[in-house]
């Protein structure tokens, strides 16, 4: 492109050299950057500091110069190897730019020659097309590195993310194997045993199943945050069956309160991740059961409404304040009643449950109710088989 700039002054200007130097912060000189006329071998190693030859003196007067005869001005500096005898006449126009000389354009001719004003302008019309040019051309060129240093930090995140990912498995893993085999040897224990004895190894149970969940709902997080949407393993299931078993888990768990599930419908067919509903169902019974410390009936409704399967989760505890209910599915989101009366959690749990929900193409709220609190969910049915 500055060669093409520098053939087409010359054609226009009916001189025979056209040479251009840029501004080297770095190297706090002029560089030559392009002559059609002077030896090529210049560019990139000829280099004048301010004040230094015609060149340097109109950079750093920033007033353009013409000279009929070069080698009767003093301020012309012979620079060996690049300068030729036979150009005579020469006229310098600094390239300024935000009130910055970033460059001086030389144009030179063979014979003695005087510069109109006309020339002159001209010149300096194309002097300061260049100075848009090499501004627009550094502006590039940082941003180029800005995004290289993007790229290197985003690189880094991805890396510490797949670093994080992989600690967080191997650590979930290595959980749930010593779960697994406790609990089985606490199933084993409590079959045999009666009394205090079997009062305390329920109790442990119940420890062991809030310690399964949190590295579930902790995986689900992670899962969450590594990924823009969450990867689903979709197959046809009975949401009632579903419903109904995980309830009944979860019923092992306390003796303080009674799960009552009921279904307006025999069977409600769905396409879903089974296993994260589980998680959904765990979450909300779960919650259900730390906010209601009295105890009592906990009522799981299932049905269909408006093409929609839905569940209901009612619960007979602390109750729910009408600008919490939102608040409740962020992350860390907890409602202030928790607060109050002292009740532990890390607020994952509905956060976790509103993603897999949504995820389905479904919805999620929950309603304070007089006494108590109801959350509900929906999923689209399964498509109708043939």
């Known amino acids: 492109m500055l060669r093409l700039i520098i053939d087409e002054t010359v054609t226009a200007t009916n001189t025979q050299v056209c040479s251009l130097y840029l501004w080297d912060d770095a190297e706090k000189a002029l560089v030559l950057t392009a002559t059609n006329g002077l030896n090529p071998a ?17 950079a750093a007067q920033r007033t353009p110069l013409a000279v009929q005869d070069v080698r009767q001005d003093p301020r012309f500096q ?3 190897n690049l300068d030729e005898e036979t150009f005579l006449s020469m006229l310098s126009v600094p390239i300024v730019s935000r009130d910055r000389v970033v460059g001086v354009m030389n144009v030179q001719a ?34 180029s590195k800005q995004l290289d240093l993007e790229r290197q930090a985003v690189s880094r995140l991805q890396a510490l993310d797949a670093g ?9 893993h290595d959980f749930r194997g ?15 045993l009666s009394g205090e004895d079997r009062t305390a190894c329920e109790e442990v149970l119940v420890e062991l199943g809030a310690l399964a969940g949190m590295v579930d709902n902790l ?24 419903v109904r078993a ?7 768990t306390t003796e303080q309160h009674v799960i009552r599930v009921e279904s307006s419908e025999p069977q409600v067919p769905v396409t879903a991740d089974r296993l994260k509903l589980r998680a959904v169902m765990v979450n909300l019974l779960g919650n259900a059961i730390k906010y209601s410390p009295q105890g009592g009936e906990i009522r799981v409704d299932i049905g269909r409404r408006q093409g929609v399967a839905e569940v209901s989760v009612t619960d007979p505890g602390i109750g729910l304040g009408g600008r919490e209910a939102e608040a409740l599915f962020e992350r860390y989101g907890r409602g202030e009643g928790a607060l109050e009366h002292g009740i532990s959690g890390h607020g994952l749990g509905l956060f976790i449950s509103r993603q897999i929900v949504e995820a389905h193409g479904g919805l999620i709220y929950a309603r304070g109710l007089k006494e108590g609190t109801c959350f509900t969910f929906t999923l689209p049915l399964a498509p109708p088989t043939r």
């Open 219 to 242: 995986m689900l997080s992670l899962e969450i945050e590594a990924q823009s949407a969450l990867v689903l393993e979709l197959s046809p299931f009975d949401l009632v069956e579903v």
């Open 110 to 143: 063979s014979e003695r020659h005087q510069f109109s004003p006309e020339e002159l302008d001209f010149v300096s019309a194309i002097a300061a097309q260049l100075a848009g040019i090499i501004e627009m051309s550094a502006l590039s060129h940082r941003l």
């Open 78 to 80: 012979w620079v060996p």
């Open 178 to 192: 010593p779960l697994s085999i406790a609990t089985s040897y606490i199933h084993g224990l409590i079959s045999r």
């Open 42 to 58: 210049g560019i990139g190693t000829v280099k004048l500091g301010l004040g230094e030859g015609i060149t340097g003196w109109v």
């Open 164 to 172: 994080k990912s992989t600690l967080m498995s191997t650590l979930s």
């Open 246 to 252: 995980q309830s009944s888990r979860v019923q092992q």
